[in-house]
């Protein structure tokens, strides 16, 4: 008797841990973020070089490059691809992790996809309201980057900052 109860809770606990673990979108966000060496990309650096010389021509102090932060938005840039749009979902999820391993007090991010150029996309950035304001922020002291690109050739960026 205690032989098939203990069989019968061990398979009823397989059970509930398989299922309970189905793939969804935001299984990417669930993720334990360890700062590793991350590969910049020629588009990822010329990126990070433009923000920082737009930010000293303006007179707003330089950002560091931090890659933990290049490795939380790799997960979004991956997720856009996924989902083949440029969005911000899942941002409190990012915020979070950002916050705990890159002891963050703010953050702020760009996305954008389609750009084949770090300067179209700066350009673009530099453009829109919105995201002109998270660029010129003085209060920012870190950022970070990643870019993915679809099947399609289409590139989808994140860019994000932090204060720290």
């Not at 109860?5 to 969804?24: A, E, G, P």
């Not at 997720?79 to 440029?86: I, L, Q, T």
């Not at 963050?104 to 770090?118: I, L, Q």
Request: hydrophobic fraction near 35%.
């Amino acid at each position: 008797m205690k032989t098939t109860l203990i069989k019968l809770t061990l398979c009823l606990f397989i059970t509930t841990v398989l299922i309970s673990c189905s793939k969804d979108d935001v299984e990417i966000y669930e993720e334990s973020f360890i700062e590793t060496k991350v590969s910049y990309s020629p588009i990822e650096n010329e990126i990070l070089n433009i923000i920082n010389e737009f930010r000293r021509t303006n007179g707003i102090k330089t950002l560091e490059k931090l890659n933990i932060i290049s490795s939380v938005a790799e997960t979004h840039s991956s997720y856009m691809v996924k989902v083949g749009e440029a969005n911000h979902d899942n941002f409190p999820e990012r915020h979070e992790k950002l916050v705990h391993n890159a002891n963050a007090k703010t953050v702020g991010e760009n996305v954008a996809y389609g750009f084949n150029s770090a300067e179209s996309v700066v350009n673009a950035w530099l453009n829109s309201e919105h995201h002109k304001k998270i660029i010129v922020n003085p209060d920012y002291t870190h950022f970070g980057i990643s870019t993915k690109t679809d099947n399609e050739g289409r590139n989808y960026f994140t860019h994000i900052y932090i204060k720290q």
